[in-house]
T-cell receptor, first 112, second 115 residues
Framework: ETGVTQTPRHLVMGMTNKKSLKCEQHLGHNAMYWYKQSAKKPLELMFV???????ENNSVPSRFSPECPNSSHLFLHLHTLQPEDSALYLC???????????FGPGTRLTVL | GENVEQHPSTLSVQEGDSAVIKCTYS??????FPWYKQELGKGPQLIIDIRSNVGEKKDQRIAVTLNKTAKHFSLHITETQPEDSAVYFCAAKGSGRGGADGLTFGKGTHLIIQP
């Protein structure tokens, strides 16, 4: 275990649904990240938060909405997704923005 | 922004032999280069990393080398074992926009250890 947990581990949703992914880190870190992992593509950075403030939004469509209520929790709110959004969504955390990132196990999302 | 190329996409080696995975990066100001191992159904796990102020780092059977001039870095695994079978990702931390905060990853190498 890396100290980063994600729920749910699997999610199937229709294109009109609204759902949320949750990430929690138990490492006392200050920075948290969302990445998207699709088949045959590199992991893509989506969002970065440092001390609850968003520092990077990597041109992600507005149907993905992040929320970071505190340094230990990170959410990704999903609405009106497309089938091509089906992927493994990974959360990571780090002590600060320059140190190693620890990943959670991911949420496998399928959009029908 | 940063661009990371990784080769090969698949590597099959006999148990006990060495494996080498290579990556190149585009941003000469990048200064942090981690390697991750991802097993089926799990998130990536950091196995070794190197910063731009050193040329080589070793941890038991795993080593990483960095050539800043050529902008490439490599992962070396010696005496490979079946449990080394996994997908390995290289990454680089760029420095754009006042310090890009996330990692840019290569596409991954599926390492297969043949018994």
């Amino acid at each position: 275990e890396t100290g980063v947990t994600q729920t749910p581990r699997h999610l199937v949703m229709g294109m009109t649904n609204k759902k949320s992914l949750k990430c929690e880190q138990h490492l006392g870190h200050n920075a948290m990240y969302w990445y998207k992992q699709s088949a045959k593509k590199p992991l893509e950075l989506m969002f970065v938060y440092n001390f609850k403030e968003q520092t990077e939004n990597n041109s992600v469509p507005s149907r993905f909405s992040p929320e970071c209520p505190n340094s230990s929790h990170l959410f990704l709110h999903l609405h009106t997704l497309q089938p091509e959004d089906s992927a493994l969504y990974l959360c990571a955390s780090s002590q600060d923005l320059v140190n190693e990132q620890f990943f959670g196990p991911g949420t496998r999302l399928t959009v029908l | 922004g940063e661009n990371v190329e990784q080769h090969p996409s698949t590597l099959s080696v006999q148990e006990g032999d060495s494996a080498v995975i290579k990556c190149t990066y585009s941003d000469s100001a990048s200064n942090y280069f981690p390697w991750y191992k991802q097993e089926l159904g799990k998130g990536p796990q950091l196995i070794i990393d190197i910063r731009s102020n050193v040329g080589e780092k070793k941890d038991q059977r795993i080593a990483v080398t960095l050539n800043k001039t050529a902008k490439h870095f490599s992962l070396h695994i010696t005496e490979t074992q079946p449990e080394d079978s996994a997908v390995y990702f290289c990454a680089a931390k760029g420095s754009g926009r006042g310090g890009a905060d996330g990692l840019t990853f290569g596409k991954g190498t599926h390492l297969i250890i043949q018994p």
